[in-house]
């Protein structure tokens, strides 16, 4: 039976093999843990591995693992990287490191505001609806140019780039098209801030293509933490 030391092993050596593939060096591409409906046991199993980085979709779920394991585990960076509701902001504010799935003004603006002045700016990622569907959240991506603009100048957030939830789909020539348009997005957005040096793209099932479209992120959860339940 793998542990989760393994099959974090078995991510990393994806990563480290698809940027090969495409003479890419994996040390630019960062592991994202997606640990959303997982016990604390398991995260602190992650940890023990070397596992730093963890997302989580749910508000209060995830302040609950931060307030739980800030003793512990001071040095773990997390990840917003679901749907937010604009009443539920103050809790991603106040107590995340990465917003990934910004794609309203109003939400910005109110992170920016709720931001303490003790903590550094929040990371920020503009979510693009990359694949146009009605079930899916994001912004388009003239939204997103007009979007990035106006983050930019808040100063409790950080732009840091752009992330998107692909087609859910087996189909690589779908995968490809969908993550080639984001990674030109993407390079536009990111000539006007040295600061903007993310693209959260890729997933279990795609991260080969995602790394060969030039993410810097990959969202993995299944794939470590076994399905979900």
Aim: include cysteine; charge should be neutral; charged fraction near 20%.
């Amino acid at each position: 039976m793998t542990t989760i030391a393994d099959r974090l092993s078995l991510a990393q050596s994806r990563i480290v093999l698809a940027a090969e593939k495409c003479a890419r060096d994996s040390q630019e591409i960062q592991l994202l843990a997606v640990s959303k409906t997982k016990p604390i046991a398991q995260i602190l199993a992650a940890y023990a591995a070397g596992q730093r980085s963890f997302g989580e979709n749910y508000v209060q779920e995830g302040q609950e693992k931060i307030q739980a394991l800030q003793q512990s585990c001071p040095d773990i960076q997390w990840h917003f990287i679901g749907p937010l509701q604009s009443n539920k902001t103050r809790i991603v504010a106040e107590h995340f490191d990465w917003m990934h799935t910004v794609s309203r003004l109003k939400i910005a603006q109110r992170l920016d505001a709720q931001r303490p002045n003790s903590k550094a700016p929040l990371n920020v990622c503009i979510q693009v609806n990359i694949s146009q569907e009605d079930s899916k959240s994001g912004c388009s991506a003239t939204e997103a140019i007009t979007l990035a603009d106006e983050i930019q100048k808040m100063p409790n957030l950080k732009l840091r780039g752009l992330m998107a939830i692909p087609t859910a789909t087996d189909d690589i020539h779908v995968q490809n098209l969908e993550f080639a348009e984001l990674q030109k997005l993407y390079q536009v957005i990111a000539a006007t801030s040295n600061d903007i040096d993310t693209l959260s793209m890729g997933m279990s099932n795609d991260l080969e293509q995602a790394i060969a479209h030039g993410s810097t992120l990959v969202r993995i959860g299944s794939a470590i933490f076994g399905a979900r339940g």
